[in-house]
């Protein structure tokens, strides 16, 4: 019905950076937030950066300054540009979207139900 599919993770040196990719498909009405979610060996998913239909971001302490989150809603896109990379940004990247669509019968809006399949992110030297 609805899919997330994130795209642009890999391997990259410290001080370097990376530009992820996640698009939405399916029978979409609207997309209202979208965000990524990291979870690295041994930790828990953490909220990385999120963003508004209107704009409004939100950032973990730990990116600030590093990383911007942005969208483009006539692709149902979601971005997350990354710079000065650390090796504690090692992780495996998701994207999650509150969105509304039609089942065919009747309109259904999600938070949580659409992740995408992942894309690693290995910082190291």
């Known amino acids: 019905q609805v899919q997330l599919v994130e795209s642009g993770g890999g391997l990259v040196q410290p001080g370097g950076s990376l530009r992820l990719s996640c698009a939405a498909s399916?029978?979409?009405?609207?997309?209202?937030?979208m965000g990524w979610y990291r979870q690295a060996p041994g930790k828990e998913r953490e909220l990385v950066a999120a963003i508004s239909s209107g704009g409004s971001t939100n950032y973990a302490d730990s990116v600030k300054g590093r990383f911007t989150i942005s969208r483009d809603n006539a692709k149902n896109t979601v971005y997350l540009q990354m710079n000065s990379l650390k090796p504690e940004d090692t992780a495996v990247y998701y994207c999650?979207?509150?969105?509304?669509?039609?089942?065919?019968?009747?309109?259904?809006?999600?938070?949580?139900?659409?992740w995408g399949q992942g894309t690693q992110v290995t910082v190291s030297s």
């Open positions: 999650n979207a509150d969105i509304v669509h039609f089942s065919g019968t009747i309109y259904i809006r999600s938070r949580n139900d659409y």
């Open positions: 399916g029978n979409i009405v609207r997309i209202n937030a």
